[in-house]
């Protein structure tokens, strides 16, 4: 039992009054506790003398020069005594309090120390979009997104080391050189029009069978106009929405008979007026077929890796481009489709984006770079009761695997995706046979 503090000044004023007869204390369990706790970690030095059992008393050696071990602050048990068990007193000769701290804990705080140093100077990147601004003489100005120049030369820098499938099977290359000028526009609208939805590889192989196939001189107005609608859908078969697409490229070879003298538009809204064109074709062709640059064609690409940079926060292309178009310098408009179209094909992809090679994420300038990757995987077994010869087992059918993967963002955001995957496994009955 611990010593009160009345019963402590007693003690003393009655070891006062009676100099020659020395203080009996009672040795308490958690006294005995709180020795063999000091000299387990070698902090104190402690010499014991262990005394009867009988004797529930013991001496100090010294009462002006001892320390009281159970009143010292860092001697307070953790828990309180159980009464009935009797312990061993221990006669104290002297102690030492050491005052050094543990060097494990004190390595552990200056490494969270350095972390949160670190943490502080790299920074979270934030999304800094183009912002409407009203200037003094009230007509409202739109200043371009943070960083935005060294985002593109960034981009210009990467897309110079590695080749994309757009550089050498992009619309604008496919047309047949050795025809007219009228041909060759022809052929760039037909390629805009099979390109929806598929990719570039698809879409060149798909020309190219075109030009061949196709009686001489090849991919012209006339012989699409004369062509059977099932074979030319045979020819497209390997574009996504070919049926669509044969439609409508059927629909636009009468148009352009009738409508422009044989010849594709030369205006955007000419464009547009034609079956499966929309605002990303007609700008693309505007600049490819006839040198103009309107605006910008923005794709699926351009749309996602904009968003992805923090530029702007759009729901759909079109509305992309008139964000884009209103800071965007105008001498930028044609070249940034093949830009951001390469770079969606190398390296931001939409699924499994490379931010490990991409400059931007390594400089600081995508807040959506993915800095961390973290993956599970948890099994789903199938089972199902089988009949034997006269018995049951149990026959495992298959087993589903699910992938769960989260990506956190340079901008502290944490991007999650969950997949399940089926592994075919044989079954088996109970005499090993496989079934």
């Not at 014991?48 to 008393?57: C, M, N, R």
């Not at 352009?256 to 693309?284: C, N, Q, W």
């Not at 079109?318 to 105008?330: D, F, H, K, V």
């Not at 695997?401 to 997949?419: F, Q």
Request: charged share 30%; net charge neutral.
């Amino acid at each position: 039992m611990r010593t009160s503090r009345i019963a402590r000044e007693t003690s003393k004023t009655s070891q006062a009054l009676s100099p020659n007869k020395p203080t009996s204390r009672r040795q308490t369990r958690s006294f005995a506790n709180s020795l063999s706790a000091f000299a387990a970690v070698g902090s104190p030095v402690i010499a014991t003398t262990p005394i009867p059992k009988d004797d529930e008393s013991s001496s100090l050696s010294s009462a002006s020069s001892s320390i009281d071990i159970e009143d010292h602050p860092y001697l307070i048990p953790s828990r309180k005594r159980k009464r009935g068990i009797d312990t061993p007193s221990t006669i104290v000769s002297s102690v030492s309090i050491s005052t050094r701290s543990s060097p494990r804990k004190g390595s552990v705080k200056a490494e969270d120390e350095n972390t949160e140093e670190n943490t502080k100077e790299a920074g979270k990147v934030k999304r800094q979009p183009a912002k409407e601004v009203v200037n003094d003489v009230g007509e409202v100005e739109i200043h371009p997104p943070a960083h935005w120049e060294e985002v593109y030369e960034g981009i210009k820098e990467m897309r110079k080391r590695v080749l994309a499938p757009v550089d050498t099977m992009g619309c604008e290359s496919l047309a047949d050189e050795g025809l007219s000028e009228r041909d060759q526009r022809f052929q760039t609208l037909i390629a805009l029009m099979l390109s929806s939805q598929t990719k570039d590889t698809t879409t060149a192989a798909t020309i190219h069978a075109l030009q061949r196939t196709l009686p001489s001189p090849g991919l012209t107005l006339a012989n699409i106009r004369a062509v059977d609608p099932a074979t030319l859908n045979t020819l497209i078969y390997a574009v996504g929405f070919h049926n669509n697409k044969t439609r409508y490229i059927k629909a636009t070879a009468e148009i352009l008979h009738e409508r422009f003298g044989d010849d594709i538009p030369d205006t955007v809204a000419g464009l547009m007026s034609l079956p499966g064109v929309g605002p990303k074709m007609a700008y693309l062709c505007m600049s490819a077929a006839w040198g103009r640059t309107e605006g910008i064609g923005v794709d699926v690409h351009v749309h996602r890796i904009t968003n992805l940079w923090g530029w702007h926060k759009t729901r759909g292309p079109e509305e992309t481009r008139l964000s884009l178009q209103a800071w965007l310098p105008r001498d930028r408009w044609h070249e940034i489709n093949h830009l951001l179209v390469g770079f969606g094909q190398t390296i931001c992809a939409p699924v499994g984006r490379r931010c490990g090679e991409c400059v931007l994420a390594e400089r600081g300038l995508c807040p959506s770079a993915v800095v961390a990757r973290k993956r599970g995987v948890k099994r789903r077994p199938k089972e199902e009761v089988g009949k034997g010869e006269g018995s049951e087992y149990v026959k495992r059918k298959d087993e589903g695997v699910v992938v769960k993967e989260e990506e956190v963002l340079a901008n502290g955001g944490v991007v999650k995706r969950e997949e399940e995957i089926l592994v075919k496994v044989e079954a088996e009955d109970p005499d090993g046979e496989i079934r």
